[in-house]
């Protein structure tokens, strides 16, 4: 079973940053793909940033919602199996709650219980 503990949510201004934090325990088949969703108050769920962990420390390529290119990083703990994602130039479009994702073979797969993102004046 996967475990995922997200942090860092919170009220940010136009044009702040934050960052997120999402760790996973329990049982992980390896290679596995974590990756960042979000879901807007009446919308559905959508992608938002994911990054392939190959093998501690390695780790593949990130890949990013169109939204968010050039604005968000998503980035893994080289010794943890632990994410990351800094979140700058935020605006109003950006106010979801956030979860973490976990997946990987044999059904080995997670969601976090999501983090609230506010961006307000």
């Known amino acids: 079973q996967v475990q995922l503990v997200e942090s860092g949510g919170g009220l940010v201004q136009p044009g702040g940053s934050l960052r997120l934090s999402c760790e996973a325990s329990g049982s992980l088949n390896r290679p596995y793909v974590m990756g960042w969703y979000r879901q807007a108050p009446g919308k559905q769920r959508e992608f938002v940033a994911q990054?392939?962990?190959?093998?501690?420390?390695?780790?593949?390529?990130?890949s990013y919602a169109d939204s968010v290119k050039g604005r968000f990083a998503i980035s893994k703990d080289l010794h943890r199996d632990a994410i990351y994602l800094q979140m700058d130039d935020l605006g109003p479009e950006d106010t979801a709650v956030y979860f973490c994702s976990f997946k990987s073979w044999g059904s080995n797969e997670g969601w976090g219980r999501g983090t609230q993102v506010t961006v307000s004046d």
């Open positions: 990054i392939v962990a190959i093998g501690t420390p390695n780790i593949g390529n990130p």
